[in-house]
């Protein structure tokens, strides 16, 4: 089973999309307006008769190889990607191309517009409004910010969990805080 070209094309038809259908690569390209990512290319290719499902955009970043941060640049790719679902990235040392890919078997089953729809919004969401903003400060500054929301993000699961906690710890240290000053004199 697995999923065609044509079927493909009908997802993005059905989304009012623009795209160039090469049957010859078994992929469709394509591409989105975003706000981070200058050229937003699209590339979804079949692999194995259908078998194998690619949804992926090229080179996102370029020219890396020896960039002076390049290690905590692919030190951040692998944090995103353990921050976040269905998303990977690879990362070419040739040319220092990096794309950012999901992928998956679809072996003898189909792919439903849902799926499709669910990875080409998740890619694009990841990439536009995630990844960029904190690889282009990591290209600028060397350092990761997903590292300084960290706590924050901490905080945030906490409350998640445990309703009402963070005020308790809160008052918790206020007192601590109060017991350890003395009044001056």
Partial sequence: ?????????KYLDN??????????????VTGVEADNVENFVIVVQLDEEGKFFKL???QVLSDIQNHPYKNAILQTMLCISWETKMLQWEYDPS???IRAIIEFPLEDSLLTERQFNRCL????????????PRLQAVMETGQDPGYEEEGERL?????????????L????????????TF???
């Fill in 1 to 9: 089973m697995g999923a065609t070209l044509q079927q493909i094309a």
């Fill in 15 to 28: 989304k009012g999309w623009t795209y160039d259908l090469d049957e010859a690569d078994y992929r469709i």
């Fill in 56 to 58: 992926f955009a090229p």
């Fill in 95 to 97: 040319d220092g191309e």
């Fill in 121 to 132: 919004a998740g890619l694009v969401q990841i990439v536009d409004e995630v990844a960029m």
């Fill in 155 to 167: 905080l945030l699961a906490l409350q998640e969990q445990a309703p009402g906690l963070l005020e």
């Fill in 169 to 180: 710890l809160e008052r918790a240290m206020e007192a601590r805080k109060r017991r350890g």
């Fill in 183 to 185: 009044p001056s004199e």
